[in-house]
């Protein structure tokens, strides 16, 4: 494996056989595609090589047709496919270099001698995905390109590798931010992105719908759609056709339709409105995403039966309800063309033993289990009972600063094995943006090229490799300043528990909230702990600055978010300074004077809090319009001033009852 280790390339690639020595390009390089070829497939990529050579070689790369004589001083790179491109095969032949026979759909092999460059494959994706390969070991050195001298042969060994994006309950992207993600999922060969839009879709037939949040418009979709296709990667819309449907039921309306009106959550299966709204929005969505898959979600729903449709459940059972609801919209989508996926929980629930039998097996079930476990008990149960499936592990940024690398990390690679050993197809990593969005999706990255990498290698566990790589890659930098920052703000999530006290819930909730407060132990520990990752990780932003060259926009989001666990540390210590301070205020034997004096200084590590408070507002507000809309910022700031608020009134009150005492 060291000659592995030795590229940096993600996904690993599964076949490599090194030559001897490091070949130097010191004379010109042409780019050489067919005449013939698909100019938007082998044009692009011979122009992302060419951005390339400029940002890195300060050199150019002229593209050059098969119609012109190839100088043989000349070093050439050549992509193609060879069936299509006699040039090529010929060249391939002459060089004894036999292209794959079983590279299928989305391999490739990239060879790499004195003279020549071959990026080859039996398709246009195989191509692109070279030319990802090839793009990621490019490295300039005093201007000369220098290259292992190799042959690569690869190809993957799941089908679907896919990341899926809440842009329902936290962060919806500008479209260029958008394009900046799919490029960016194409250079870790992701070949689906999965928006998750509950309300988030701009519905001509339902225009108040996500009418003040910022929604995707169609414009938008169809323009991401067509970018994604260039970068061969396929958008499939998630859109909850069951539960998580709580602010379109919400809507008057629309109200009808709720499983129960008073706490709106699931569609009501009984009701035939449901299908009618559902089937037009279906359509909608099928007319701008034309990927023949379609995720129906249906998780989560836990209401079901319980009110309007509890007639039709006494008849037909919960698992019945749900089933036959699963069918009617399963039907809609065939009609337009579209394979059902679903979210694959509720099959596992006590409320429904029957559902797995109910279901039709041409369903593909997305399998989500979000926390590390030995044996996944559930994804034995899967396969067993005959559903493909794709299983899916968590980011783990939801209600947090930064994402629990380590815990997302075990999870992915515990769980992608465990689908791979029980007949999976494929892995989703999935991001989710509960309380909305504390954690910046541009924090994920690691974790989606981790995810890629296990979906091209489910196979290998091996992280060691990934890490001296990925931050090479990433961050243009072998400085380990950026890892060690990276890692050190993923282990401010430690002793933090979700659901009710992670680092972002313990700011705006901690002795505010009675569940979270109670979660919160050893705090002078937490405290101590997060003080010194806060000292470590000041200390290297410097050399980080100094070295990385590539997402240098991440380090303001270091910043950011040390500053926010700044304020964590002085929120952990407000319920002993509150202890202290009542213990002085009690004791009848204090003066007054000592009583005023520690009410001021208690009012003073408020007001330190409310100030810190009121920068990182602001910072946190300039960031996130970086990337995203205004709309759904402005659920966030409301914690900031929430607590501000909270705060002032917390030290008015200890005044106004000292001098009242």
Not at 514 to 543: F, G, H, N, V
Not at 547 to 576: I, M, N, P
């Amino acid at each position: 494996m060291t000659s592995e280790l030795s590229l940096s390339i993600i996904p690993q690639p599964r076949k490599i056989k090194r030559g001897s020595g490091i070949v130097t390009f010191t004379s010109s390089v042409k780019i050489m595609i067919s005449d013939k070829s698909d100019k938007q497939t082998f044009g692009y990529c011979a122009q992302l090589i060419q951005e390339k050579f400029r940002n890195e070689l300060k050199r150019k790369a002229p593209v050059i047709s098969d119609a012109n004589k190839r100088q043989e001083e000349e070093a050439i790179i050549i992509l193609g496919i060879p069936q299509q491109y006699p040039l090529l095969a010929e060249i391939m032949e002459a060089r004894k270099i036999p292209l794959q026979s079983d590279l299928g759909e989305e391999g490739y092999q990239l060879h790499i001698n004195q003279d020549l460059i071959i990026l080859a494959a039996q398709t246009e994706r195989g191509v692109f995905y070279a030319t990802q390969s090839f793009l990621q070991i490019i490295r300039g050195k005093n201007g000369k390109l220098q290259l292992p001298r190799m042959t690569i042969q690869d190809k993957p060994i799941f089908k679907i590798r896919a990341v899926s994006d809440d842009i329902s309950r936290g962060q919806i992207s500008h479209l260029q931010d958008f394009k900046n993600i799919i490029r960016q999922l194409a250079m870790f060969k992701i070949n689906y992105y999965m928006p998750y839009i509950e309300d988030m879709f701009q519905f001509k037939a339902y225009p108040e719908i996500g009418k003040t949040r910022g929604v995707l418009t169609k414009e938008e979709a169809r323009e991401l759609v067509e970018y994604a296709r260039q970068h061969h990667i396929e958008i499939i819309p998630i859109f909850e056709c069951l539960g998580h449907q709580d602010r379109i039921l919400s809507l008057p309306q629309f109200s009808k339709m709720a499983e129960n009106p008073e706490e709106p959550w699931s569609f009501c299966p009984a009701i035939e409105d449901t299908y009618r709204f559902l089937d037009t929005c279906i359509k909608e969505l099928s007319e701008v995403f034309p990927s023949p898959y379609f995720c129906i979600g249906c998780d989560e729903t836990n209401d079901l039966g319980k009110h309007r449709s509890k007639p039709l459940a006494k008849k037909i059972g919960i698992d019945g309800v749900f089933a036959q609801h699963i069918l009617r919209v399963k039907e809609i989508l065939a009609k337009y063309g579209k394979q059902t996926w679903m979210y694959g929980d509720m099959a596992f629930e006590k409320a429904y033993p029957k559902l797995k039998d109910l279901l039709p097996k041409d369903i593909l079930m997305i399998n989500w289990i979000y926390t590390p476990q030995k044996d996944y008990a559930r994804v034995h149960e899967m396969h067993k009972w005959g559903f493909n499936q794709v299983i899916s592990s968590g980011v783990h940024g939801w209600g947090r600063l930064f994402p629990d690398i380590e815990e997302a990390v075990e999870n992915a690679k515990t769980l992608v094995y465990s689908g791979y050993k029980n007949g999976a197809i494929g892995e989703i990593q999935s991001s989710w943006c509960d309380f909305g969005g504390e954690c910046f999706r541009e924090l994920n990255w690691y974790l989606y090229a981790y995810s890629a990498d296990l979906g091209w290698n489910p196979d290998r566990k091996d992280r060691r490799w990934f890490d001296k790589v990925y931050f090479k890659l990433f961050y243009g930098t072998e400085n380990p300043a950026v890892a060690k920052i990276h890692h050190l703000l993923g282990q401010t999530n430690r002793d933090f528990k979700f659901y009710y006290a992670t680092t972002a819930l313990a700011i705006w909730k901690d002795q505010f909230d009675e569940q979270c407060t109670s979660l919160i132990k050893d705090r002078k520990e937490r405290a101590r702990r997060l003080t010194k990752i806060i000292s470590d990780c000041e200390k290297l932003i410097p050399e980080a600055h100094q070295s990385v060259s590539l997402h240098r926009d991440h380090l303001d989001l270091f910043k950011l978010t040390l500053e926010r666990v700044k304020l964590l540390v002085l929120r952990l210590q407000l319920e002993d300074k509150k202890k202290a301070l009542d213990k002085v205020i009690t004791n009848p034997t204090n003066t007054m004077s000592r009583k005023k004096e520690a009410a001021n200084e208690f009012v003073d590590y408020l007001q330190e809090q409310r100030k810190l408070l009121m920068s990182i507002k602001l910072s946190f507000t300039r960031l996130w319009l970086r990337y995203h809309k205004l709309p759904k910022v402005r659920i966030l700031l409301a914690n900031y001033d929430k607590l501000n608020l909270q705060m002032e009134k917390m030290g008015k009150d200890i005044q106004q009852n000292l001098k009242t005492s």
